[in-house]
């Protein structure tokens, strides 16, 4: 498939250790979060959500942070697996109802 | 597979031309999303309809227009096409008004501008 965002951000890991993927956001109204998961020549996949009113949650495998005092998120992967490769997008709600802000996704590659 | 379906897969076409894609969101799925995605501007959101009305506009160019159906499947319309409107176009679907809820994204169409 396309390779989308040549010039990603990648972090590499070997197969079985944890992951963490940062995004910072812009706008200090934002009140609610995504991780998206892209693999290659699909669309984005929902992975965890998070509202501003909580500072963890956690999925499957994976865990949301929020730091709202300096506007971070991150996405904590555990026990990685070659199937975690892929794109992971943040995506931020700036304005209720109205449209998502995505950051510019990092790449996660998973060595053997 | 998300359940929601684009066609087509790929598109070429030549500047200043006009193109049609289409999108049917899940089964029971009212809200249907337009995103693009381009290498130098990542996913932008573009507008999203709900049960056959416009709900939320995003950065979405004046060439460019949605609709969506009553049977509520969609299409974009992208005209005088652009060089720099080549990209990914996604279609995404959720079952209520509110662009909180979960998005499920379809596979994408492949807009190449020559």
């Known amino acids: 498939g396309e390779s989308v965002g040549l010039h990603l951000p990648t972090l590499s890991v070997q197969e079985g250790d944890n992951s963490i993927i940062n995004c910072a956001y812009s706008?200090?109204?934002?009140?609610?979060f995504i991780w998206y998961k892209q693999e290659s020549g699909k669309g984005p996949q929902f992975i965890i959500d998070i509202r501003s009113n909580m500072d963890k949650r956690q999925g499957q495998r994976v865990t949301v942070l929020l730091n709202k005092t300096v506007k971070h998120l991150s996405l904590q992967i555990a026990a990685t697996q070659p199937g975690d490769s892929a794109v992971y997008f943040c995506?931020?709600?700036?304005?209720?109802?109205?449209?998502?802000?995505f950051g510019p996704g990092t790449r996660l590659s998973v060595l053997p | 597979d998300s359940g929601v379906t684009q066609t087509p897969k790929h598109l070429i076409t030549a500047t200043g031309q006009r193109v049609t894609l289409r999108c049917s969101p899940r089964?029971?799925?009212?809200?249907v999303y337009w995103y693009q995605q381009s290498l130098d501007q990542g996913l932008q959101f573009l507008i999203q309809?709900?049960?056959?009305?416009?709900?939320a506009k995003g950065n979405i160019l004046e060439r460019f227009s949605a609709q969506q159906f009553p049977d509520l499947h969609s299409e974009l319309n992208l005209s005088s096409l652009e060089l720099g409107d080549s990209a990914l176009y996604f279609c995404?679907?959720?079952?209520?008004?509110?662009?909180?809820?979960?998005?499920?994204f379809g596979p994408g169409t492949r807009l190449l501008v020559l």
């Open positions: 995506a931020e709600n700036r304005d209720y109802g109205q449209n998502f802000v």
């Open positions: 706008n200090s109204a934002s009140d609610y």
């Open positions: 309809y709900y049960n056959g009305e416009e709900r």
């Open positions: 089964s029971g799925d009212l809200s």
């Open positions: 995404a679907s959720s079952d209520g008004p509110q662009n909180t809820e979960t998005q499920y």
